[in-house]
Protein backbone atom coordinates (compact mmCIF):
# COMPACT_ATOMS: atom_id res chain seq x y z
CA UNK A 1 0.00 0.00 0.00
CA UNK A 2 1.63 3.48 -1.03
CA UNK A 3 2.53 5.66 1.64
CA UNK A 4 0.67 8.91 1.69
CA UNK A 5 3.37 11.83 0.26
CA UNK A 6 3.95 14.20 3.40
CA UNK A 7 3.81 17.63 2.52
CA UNK A 8 7.29 20.04 3.80
CA UNK A 9 7.11 23.21 4.97
CA UNK A 10 8.47 24.26 1.72
CA UNK A 11 5.37 22.99 -0.06
CA UNK A 12 3.22 24.96 2.42
CA UNK A 13 5.06 28.20 1.86
CA UNK A 14 4.98 27.71 -1.84
CA UNK A 15 1.38 26.92 -1.48
CA UNK A 16 0.80 30.38 0.20
CA UNK A 17 2.57 31.95 -2.31
CA UNK A 18 0.25 30.60 -5.07
CA UNK A 19 -2.88 31.10 -3.76
CA UNK A 20 -1.51 34.91 -2.65
CA UNK A 21 -0.38 35.51 -6.25
CA UNK A 22 -3.46 34.19 -7.57
CA UNK A 23 -5.92 36.38 -4.93
CA UNK A 24 -8.53 38.94 -6.55
CA UNK A 25 -6.99 42.25 -6.52
CA UNK A 26 -9.91 45.16 -4.74
CA UNK A 27 -11.26 47.60 -6.13
CA UNK A 28 -10.92 50.34 -3.94
CA UNK A 29 -9.16 52.98 -6.34
CA UNK A 30 -12.74 52.81 -8.29
CA UNK A 31 -14.79 53.89 -5.12
CA UNK A 32 -12.13 57.00 -4.76
CA UNK A 33 -12.54 57.60 -8.80
CA UNK A 34 -15.77 57.68 -8.20
CA UNK A 35 -15.39 60.71 -5.42
CA UNK A 36 -13.39 62.72 -7.83
CA UNK A 37 -16.15 62.39 -11.09
CA UNK A 38 -18.55 63.53 -8.53
CA UNK A 39 -16.97 66.11 -6.90
CA UNK A 40 -15.07 67.45 -10.19
CA UNK A 41 -19.13 67.53 -11.64
CA UNK A 42 -20.05 69.72 -8.87
CA UNK A 43 -17.17 71.67 -9.20
CA UNK A 44 -18.54 72.85 -12.95
CA UNK A 45 -22.22 73.28 -11.96
CA UNK A 46 -21.24 75.66 -9.52
CA UNK A 47 -18.59 77.80 -11.56
CA UNK A 48 -21.00 77.92 -14.39
CA UNK A 49 -24.02 78.06 -12.45
CA UNK A 50 -24.37 82.12 -12.86
CA UNK A 51 -24.55 82.01 -16.42
CA UNK A 52 -28.11 80.09 -16.53
CA UNK A 53 -29.38 82.42 -13.95
CA UNK A 54 -28.10 85.23 -15.53
CA UNK A 55 -31.46 86.01 -17.43
CA UNK A 56 -33.46 86.60 -14.51
CA UNK A 57 -30.87 87.62 -12.09
CA UNK A 58 -29.64 90.68 -14.71
CA UNK A 59 -33.36 91.90 -14.45
CA UNK A 60 -34.16 91.54 -10.75
CA UNK A 61 -30.89 93.45 -9.70
CA UNK A 62 -30.77 96.01 -12.46
CA UNK A 63 -26.61 94.76 -13.91
CA UNK A 64 -26.15 95.91 -17.25
CA UNK A 65 -24.47 93.39 -19.45
CA UNK A 66 -21.01 94.79 -19.30
CA UNK A 67 -21.40 94.42 -15.13
CA UNK A 68 -22.16 90.72 -15.97
CA UNK A 69 -19.51 90.08 -18.06
CA UNK A 70 -17.18 91.78 -15.47
CA UNK A 71 -18.52 89.23 -12.58
CA UNK A 72 -18.25 85.82 -15.05
CA UNK A 73 -14.54 87.05 -15.71
CA UNK A 74 -13.78 87.79 -11.89
CA UNK A 75 -13.91 84.25 -11.11
CA UNK A 76 -11.17 83.51 -13.73
CA UNK A 77 -9.04 85.65 -12.00
CA UNK A 78 -9.41 84.92 -8.40
CA UNK A 79 -8.96 81.09 -9.82
CA UNK A 80 -6.04 81.40 -11.63
CA UNK A 81 -4.42 83.68 -9.10
CA UNK A 82 -5.14 80.87 -6.15
CA UNK A 83 -3.67 78.10 -8.33
CA UNK A 84 -0.37 78.24 -6.51
CA UNK A 85 -0.82 78.75 -3.11
CA UNK A 86 -3.29 76.42 -3.77
CA UNK A 87 -0.79 74.19 -4.66
CA UNK A 88 1.35 74.64 -1.85
CA UNK A 89 -2.03 74.03 0.65
CA UNK A 90 -2.07 70.62 -0.88
CA UNK A 91 1.77 69.89 -0.51
CA UNK A 92 1.08 70.70 2.92
CA UNK A 93 -1.85 69.66 4.39
CA UNK A 94 -2.92 66.92 1.86
CA UNK A 95 -5.53 65.71 -0.06
CA UNK A 96 -8.57 64.75 2.25
CA UNK A 97 -8.28 68.07 4.05
CA UNK A 98 -7.82 69.90 1.26
CA UNK A 99 -10.33 69.06 -0.98
CA UNK A 100 -12.83 69.05 2.06
CA UNK A 101 -11.77 72.54 2.98
CA UNK A 102 -12.07 73.47 -1.00
CA UNK A 103 -15.45 72.14 -1.38
CA UNK A 104 -17.34 73.74 1.75
CA UNK A 105 -16.27 76.73 0.94
CA UNK A 106 -16.87 76.98 -2.99
CA UNK A 107 -20.13 75.65 -1.69
CA UNK A 108 -21.03 78.26 1.03
CA UNK A 109 -19.96 80.75 -1.50
CA UNK A 110 -22.27 79.55 -4.09
CA UNK A 111 -24.95 79.13 -1.53
CA UNK A 112 -24.54 82.85 -0.89
CA UNK A 113 -24.46 84.31 -4.05
CA UNK A 114 -28.38 83.26 -4.19
CA UNK A 115 -28.61 85.78 -1.07
CA UNK A 116 -27.17 89.11 -2.81
CA UNK A 117 -29.22 91.94 -3.57
CA UNK A 118 -25.97 94.02 -4.32
CA UNK A 119 -23.15 94.05 -7.37
CA UNK A 120 -21.11 94.31 -4.61
CA UNK A 121 -21.71 91.59 -2.44
CA UNK A 122 -22.01 89.08 -5.76
CA UNK A 123 -18.75 90.26 -6.99
CA UNK A 124 -16.95 89.87 -3.24
CA UNK A 125 -18.90 85.80 -3.57
CA UNK A 126 -17.31 84.96 -6.81
CA UNK A 127 -13.87 86.22 -6.04
CA UNK A 128 -14.15 83.64 -3.23
CA UNK A 129 -15.42 81.12 -5.16
CA UNK A 130 -12.31 81.03 -7.66
CA UNK A 131 -10.48 81.30 -4.58
CA UNK A 132 -12.07 78.15 -2.99
CA UNK A 133 -12.53 76.14 -6.27
CA UNK A 134 -8.02 76.74 -6.74
CA UNK A 135 -7.01 73.54 -4.97
CA UNK A 136 -9.47 71.20 -6.89
CA UNK A 137 -7.69 70.18 -10.48
CA UNK A 138 -4.07 70.10 -8.25
CA UNK A 139 -5.94 67.93 -5.63
CA UNK A 140 -7.18 65.47 -8.10
CA UNK A 141 -3.80 64.94 -9.62
CA UNK A 142 -2.61 63.98 -6.62
CA UNK A 143 -5.04 61.76 -5.87
CA UNK A 144 -4.60 59.85 -9.08
CA UNK A 145 -1.13 59.77 -8.63
CA UNK A 146 -1.30 58.10 -4.96
CA UNK A 147 -4.06 55.41 -5.88
CA UNK A 148 -3.69 54.23 -9.51
CA UNK A 149 -0.60 53.16 -10.99
CA UNK A 150 0.62 54.77 -14.16
CA UNK A 151 -0.57 52.58 -16.56
CA UNK A 152 -4.80 53.73 -15.88
CA UNK A 153 -3.73 57.02 -14.88
CA UNK A 154 -5.45 58.57 -18.45
CA UNK A 155 -8.56 56.48 -17.62
CA UNK A 156 -8.90 57.86 -14.55
CA UNK A 157 -8.20 61.30 -15.56
CA UNK A 158 -10.77 61.22 -18.34
CA UNK A 159 -12.98 60.13 -15.72
CA UNK A 160 -13.17 62.56 -13.47
CA UNK A 161 -12.83 65.04 -16.21
CA UNK A 162 -15.98 63.87 -17.69
CA UNK A 163 -17.85 64.89 -14.96
CA UNK A 164 -17.66 68.80 -16.06
CA UNK A 165 -19.44 67.66 -19.50
CA UNK A 166 -21.69 65.54 -17.79
CA UNK A 167 -22.88 67.97 -15.64
CA UNK A 168 -23.01 70.44 -18.18
CA UNK A 169 -24.73 68.97 -20.35
CA UNK A 170 -27.18 66.49 -18.84
CA UNK A 171 -28.59 69.18 -15.29
CA UNK A 172 -28.51 72.02 -17.20
CA UNK A 173 -31.81 71.61 -18.56
CA UNK A 174 -33.17 70.58 -14.57
CA UNK A 175 -31.27 73.71 -13.81
CA UNK A 176 -33.56 75.67 -16.41
CA UNK A 177 -36.49 74.03 -15.17
CA UNK A 178 -35.68 74.80 -11.53
CA UNK A 179 -35.32 78.54 -12.39
CA UNK A 180 -38.73 78.73 -13.68
CA UNK A 181 -40.40 77.28 -11.31
CA UNK A 182 -38.83 79.04 -8.19
CA UNK A 183 -36.52 81.82 -9.18
CA UNK A 184 -32.86 82.14 -10.11
CA UNK A 185 -31.65 81.88 -6.43
CA UNK A 186 -32.82 78.24 -6.10
CA UNK A 187 -30.04 77.37 -8.31
CA UNK A 188 -27.88 78.47 -5.85
CA UNK A 189 -29.25 76.96 -2.88
CA UNK A 190 -29.38 73.60 -4.73
CA UNK A 191 -26.10 73.32 -6.33
CA UNK A 192 -24.32 75.07 -3.01
CA UNK A 193 -26.16 72.71 -0.94
CA UNK A 194 -25.47 69.30 -3.02
CA UNK A 195 -22.05 70.81 -2.80
CA UNK A 196 -22.12 70.75 0.92
CA UNK A 197 -23.75 67.31 1.59
CA UNK A 198 -20.87 65.71 -0.48
CA UNK A 199 -17.92 67.31 0.98
CA UNK A 200 -19.23 65.64 4.12
CA UNK A 201 -19.17 62.32 1.95
CA UNK A 202 -15.74 63.00 0.88
CA UNK A 203 -14.19 63.43 4.29
CA UNK A 204 -16.12 60.01 6.05
CA UNK A 205 -14.62 58.09 2.81
CA UNK A 206 -11.90 59.21 1.71
CA UNK A 207 -8.96 57.37 2.51
CA UNK A 208 -5.28 57.34 1.56
CA UNK A 209 -4.49 53.80 -0.33
CA UNK A 210 -2.77 52.28 3.17
CA UNK A 211 -5.45 53.03 5.30
CA UNK A 212 -8.62 52.00 3.02
CA UNK A 213 -10.25 49.24 4.41
CA UNK A 214 -11.49 48.24 1.19
CA UNK A 215 -7.89 48.17 -0.47
CA UNK A 216 -6.33 44.72 -0.07
CA UNK A 217 -2.37 44.36 -0.23
CA UNK A 218 -2.57 43.08 -4.10
CA UNK A 219 -4.29 45.78 -4.88
CA UNK A 220 -1.42 47.93 -3.11
CA UNK A 221 1.09 45.81 -4.50
CA UNK A 222 -0.31 46.67 -7.69
CA UNK A 223 -0.51 50.32 -7.69
CA UNK A 224 3.01 50.43 -6.02
CA UNK A 225 4.22 48.45 -9.09
CA UNK A 226 3.07 50.93 -11.01
CA UNK A 227 4.44 54.10 -9.49
CA UNK A 228 1.86 55.13 -7.27
CA UNK A 229 1.08 55.20 -3.17
CA UNK A 230 4.50 57.77 -2.92
CA UNK A 231 2.05 60.64 -2.32
CA UNK A 232 -0.31 59.26 -0.49
CA UNK A 233 3.03 58.00 2.17
CA UNK A 234 3.73 61.68 2.21
CA UNK A 235 0.30 62.70 3.48
CA UNK A 236 -0.12 60.29 5.87
CA UNK A 237 2.66 61.44 7.39
CA UNK A 238 1.93 64.90 7.45
CA UNK A 239 -1.12 64.49 8.94
CA UNK A 240 0.73 62.84 12.37
CA UNK A 241 3.39 65.40 11.91
CA UNK A 242 3.19 69.12 11.95
CA UNK A 243 6.75 69.48 11.22
CA UNK A 244 6.57 67.67 7.69
CA UNK A 245 5.88 70.81 6.06
CA UNK A 246 9.23 70.99 4.77
CA UNK A 247 9.47 67.73 2.93
CA UNK A 248 9.02 69.54 -0.36
CA UNK A 249 11.56 71.75 0.43
CA UNK A 250 10.01 74.47 -1.17
CA UNK A 251 10.94 77.70 -2.18
CA UNK A 252 9.98 80.13 -4.14
CA UNK A 253 12.94 80.06 -6.84
CA UNK A 254 11.25 76.18 -7.48
CA UNK A 255 8.91 77.60 -9.44
CA UNK A 256 11.02 79.21 -11.93
CA UNK A 257 13.26 76.23 -11.75
CA UNK A 258 10.42 73.98 -12.53
CA UNK A 259 9.79 76.03 -15.68
CA UNK A 260 12.77 75.85 -17.12
CA UNK A 261 12.50 72.52 -17.42
CA UNK A 262 10.66 71.94 -21.38
CA UNK A 263 7.95 69.26 -20.12
CA UNK A 264 6.30 71.45 -18.33
CA UNK A 265 6.48 74.50 -20.11
CA UNK A 266 5.27 72.36 -23.37
CA UNK A 267 1.83 71.09 -21.77
CA UNK A 268 1.25 74.35 -19.90
CA UNK A 269 1.21 75.66 -23.40
CA UNK A 270 -0.49 72.63 -24.49
CA UNK A 271 -2.91 72.96 -21.96
CA UNK A 272 -4.15 76.48 -21.91
CA UNK A 273 -4.49 75.30 -26.22
CA UNK A 274 -6.86 73.22 -25.31
CA UNK A 275 -8.74 75.29 -22.54
CA UNK A 276 -9.52 78.20 -25.08
CA UNK A 277 -11.60 75.64 -27.20
CA UNK A 278 -13.42 74.76 -23.95
CA UNK A 279 -14.30 78.51 -22.77
CA UNK A 280 -15.63 78.64 -25.69
CA UNK A 281 -17.98 76.38 -24.99
CA UNK A 282 -18.59 77.36 -21.52
CA UNK A 283 -19.27 80.95 -22.58
CA UNK A 284 -20.05 82.05 -26.10
CA UNK A 285 -21.49 79.02 -27.80
CA UNK A 286 -24.83 80.02 -26.79
CA UNK A 287 -24.60 83.16 -28.31
CA UNK A 288 -22.69 82.43 -31.42
CA UNK A 289 -25.77 80.02 -32.33
CA UNK A 290 -28.43 83.01 -31.71
CA UNK A 291 -26.74 85.69 -33.31
CA UNK A 292 -24.05 83.79 -35.85
CA UNK A 293 -26.24 81.52 -36.87
CA UNK A 294 -30.06 83.14 -35.72
CA UNK A 295 -31.00 79.95 -34.32
CA UNK A 296 -34.07 80.34 -31.79
CA UNK A 297 -33.56 79.98 -28.41
CA UNK A 298 -35.26 76.26 -28.04
CA UNK A 299 -33.55 74.96 -30.71
CA UNK A 300 -30.37 76.32 -29.05
CA UNK A 301 -30.90 74.48 -25.84
CA UNK A 302 -31.45 71.37 -28.08
CA UNK A 303 -28.56 71.61 -30.12
CA UNK A 304 -26.54 73.06 -26.92
CA UNK A 305 -26.38 69.58 -25.16
CA UNK A 306 -25.07 67.28 -28.51
CA UNK A 307 -21.49 69.37 -28.34
CA UNK A 308 -21.34 68.96 -24.33
CA UNK A 309 -22.37 64.59 -24.89
CA UNK A 310 -19.28 64.74 -27.57
CA UNK A 311 -17.10 66.38 -25.24
CA UNK A 312 -18.07 63.62 -22.62
CA UNK A 313 -17.47 60.87 -25.14
CA UNK A 314 -13.96 62.18 -26.42
CA UNK A 315 -12.89 62.65 -22.76
CA UNK A 316 -13.25 58.95 -22.23
CA UNK A 317 -12.22 58.03 -25.28
CA UNK A 318 -8.79 60.05 -25.06
CA UNK A 319 -7.93 58.23 -21.42
CA UNK A 320 -8.91 54.62 -22.54
CA UNK A 321 -6.73 54.97 -25.82
CA UNK A 322 -3.80 56.54 -23.74
CA UNK A 323 -3.95 53.40 -21.25
CA UNK A 324 -4.46 50.95 -24.00
CA UNK A 325 -1.51 52.55 -26.09
CA UNK A 326 0.85 52.10 -22.60
CA UNK A 327 -0.48 48.67 -22.21
CA UNK A 328 0.45 47.59 -25.67
CA UNK A 329 4.07 48.08 -24.58
CA UNK A 330 4.14 52.21 -26.49
CA UNK A 331 6.49 54.28 -24.25
CA UNK A 332 4.38 57.11 -22.66
CA UNK A 333 6.02 59.70 -24.92
CA UNK A 334 3.39 57.95 -27.52
CA UNK A 335 0.60 56.69 -25.28
CA UNK A 336 0.09 60.19 -23.66
CA UNK A 337 1.23 62.53 -26.34
CA UNK A 338 -0.74 61.49 -29.22
CA UNK A 339 -4.05 61.75 -28.04
CA UNK A 340 -3.70 65.20 -27.51
CA UNK A 341 -2.09 65.77 -30.08
CA UNK A 342 -4.37 64.13 -32.34
CA UNK A 343 -7.13 65.86 -30.49
CA UNK A 344 -5.71 69.98 -30.69
CA UNK A 345 -5.38 68.87 -34.14
CA UNK A 346 -8.97 68.12 -34.75
CA UNK A 347 -10.31 71.16 -32.64
CA UNK A 348 -8.88 73.07 -35.29
CA UNK A 349 -11.18 72.16 -37.22
CA UNK A 350 -13.85 74.39 -35.61
CA UNK A 351 -12.78 77.19 -38.31
CA UNK A 352 -14.63 74.92 -41.02
CA UNK A 353 -17.67 76.25 -39.26
CA UNK A 354 -17.10 79.57 -40.49
CA UNK A 355 -17.70 77.87 -44.37
CA UNK A 356 -21.31 75.94 -44.10
CA UNK A 357 -24.51 77.33 -43.92
CA UNK A 358 -26.53 74.59 -43.20
CA UNK A 359 -26.94 74.70 -39.02
CA UNK A 360 -26.49 70.78 -38.80
CA UNK A 361 -23.24 70.67 -40.38
CA UNK A 362 -22.44 73.30 -38.14
CA UNK A 363 -23.00 71.54 -34.93
CA UNK A 364 -21.59 68.70 -36.13
CA UNK A 365 -18.65 70.31 -36.86
CA UNK A 366 -18.52 71.92 -33.20
CA UNK A 367 -19.72 68.42 -31.89
CA UNK A 368 -16.55 66.82 -33.43
CA UNK A 369 -13.81 70.05 -32.21
CA UNK A 370 -15.44 69.64 -28.44
CA UNK A 371 -15.01 65.71 -29.11
CA UNK A 372 -11.67 66.68 -29.92
CA UNK A 373 -11.16 68.89 -26.94
CA UNK A 374 -11.97 66.78 -25.03
CA UNK A 375 -9.29 63.62 -26.12
CA UNK A 376 -6.99 66.48 -25.50
CA UNK A 377 -7.74 66.97 -21.25
CA UNK A 378 -5.00 64.44 -20.58
CA UNK A 379 -2.76 67.28 -19.42
CA UNK A 380 -3.35 66.12 -15.65
CA UNK A 381 -2.21 63.03 -16.62
CA UNK A 382 0.98 64.05 -17.85
CA UNK A 383 1.65 66.20 -14.44
CA UNK A 384 1.76 63.30 -12.51
CA UNK A 385 3.92 61.74 -14.71
CA UNK A 386 6.55 64.75 -14.75
CA UNK A 387 6.34 65.98 -11.49
CA UNK A 388 9.07 66.09 -9.16
CA UNK A 389 8.95 63.82 -6.26
CA UNK A 390 7.20 65.73 -3.48
CA UNK A 391 6.30 68.77 -5.19
CA UNK A 392 3.14 67.49 -6.84
CA UNK A 393 0.83 69.60 -5.50
CA UNK A 394 2.90 72.53 -6.53
CA UNK A 395 3.21 71.56 -9.88
CA UNK A 396 -0.30 71.08 -10.75
CA UNK A 397 -0.67 74.66 -9.48
CA UNK A 398 1.62 75.98 -12.42
CA UNK A 399 0.01 74.05 -14.96
CA UNK A 400 -3.51 74.56 -13.57
CA UNK A 401 -2.55 78.22 -13.51
CA UNK A 402 -1.29 78.41 -17.30
CA UNK A 403 -4.42 76.04 -18.13
CA UNK A 404 -7.05 78.49 -16.43
CA UNK A 405 -5.52 81.77 -18.11
CA UNK A 406 -7.88 80.75 -20.70
CA UNK A 407 -10.64 81.95 -18.67
CA UNK A 408 -9.75 85.27 -18.60
CA UNK A 409 -7.73 85.35 -21.86
CA UNK A 410 -10.32 83.67 -24.26
CA UNK A 411 -13.50 85.51 -23.75
CA UNK A 412 -11.70 88.99 -23.40
CA UNK A 413 -10.24 88.08 -27.12
CA UNK A 414 -13.88 86.86 -28.79
CA UNK A 415 -15.82 89.71 -27.98
CA UNK A 416 -13.29 91.81 -29.04
CA UNK A 417 -13.15 90.08 -32.11
CA UNK A 418 -16.76 89.65 -32.26
CA UNK A 419 -17.22 93.68 -31.31
CA UNK A 420 -15.02 95.09 -33.88
CA UNK A 421 -16.16 92.54 -36.64
CA UNK A 422 -19.96 92.24 -35.73
CA UNK A 423 -19.16 88.85 -36.52
CA UNK A 424 -17.59 85.44 -35.01
CA UNK A 425 -15.51 84.41 -38.07
CA UNK A 426 -12.32 85.40 -36.89
CA UNK A 427 -12.95 84.86 -33.28
CA UNK A 428 -13.15 80.83 -34.91
CA UNK A 429 -10.01 81.32 -36.68
CA UNK A 430 -8.56 82.60 -32.75
CA UNK A 431 -9.82 79.32 -31.17
CA UNK A 432 -8.74 76.95 -34.21
CA UNK A 433 -5.74 78.67 -34.59
CA UNK A 434 -4.46 78.44 -30.21
CA UNK A 435 -5.81 74.97 -30.77
CA UNK A 436 -3.40 74.36 -33.91
CA UNK A 437 0.07 75.77 -31.57
CA UNK A 438 -1.12 73.66 -28.44
CA UNK A 439 -0.62 70.49 -30.96
CA UNK A 440 3.14 72.41 -31.91
CA UNK A 441 3.85 72.75 -28.22
CA UNK A 442 3.48 69.22 -27.59
CA UNK A 443 5.46 67.76 -30.86
CA UNK A 444 7.96 70.30 -30.75
CA UNK A 445 8.42 71.59 -26.80
CA UNK A 446 7.54 68.93 -24.36
CA UNK A 447 9.77 66.60 -24.99
CA UNK A 448 10.41 63.06 -23.72
CA UNK A 449 7.82 62.34 -21.01
CA UNK A 450 9.75 61.72 -17.78
CA UNK A 451 9.64 62.84 -14.25
CA UNK A 452 11.48 66.23 -13.79
CA UNK A 453 14.18 66.15 -11.21
CA UNK A 454 15.28 69.47 -9.89
CA UNK A 455 19.63 69.59 -9.32
CA UNK A 456 20.65 72.42 -6.94
Not at 129 to 157: D, I
Not at 212 to 224: G, K, R, T
Not at 248 to 273: D, M, N, P, V, Y
Not at 368 to 383: D, E, K
Request: charged letters at 10%; proline letters at 4%.
Amino acid sequence: MPQPIQSTPADATAQTNATASTARRSKARYQILGLLAVGTMINYLDRTVLGIAAPQLTKELGINAALMGLLFSVFSWSYVASQIPGGLFLDRFGSKLTYFLSMTFWSLFTLAQGLVHGIGALFVFRLGLGVSEAPCFPTNSRVVATWFPQSERAMATGTYTVGEYIGLAFFSPFMFMLMGAFGWRSLFYVVGGVGLVFGVIWWMFYREPHDHPSANQEELDYIEAGGGLTHGKKDADSSSAPAASAKSGFEWRTIGRLLKHRQLTGICLGQFAGNSTLVFFLTWFPTYLATERHMAWLKIGFFAIMPFIAASIGVMFGGIFSDWLLRRGKSPNVARKLPIIAGLLLASTIILANYVESNVVVIAILSVAFFAQGMAALGWTLVSDIAPDGLLGVTGGIFNFAANLAGIVTPLVVGFIVAATGSFVGALVFIGAVALIGALSYIFIVGDIKRIVLVD
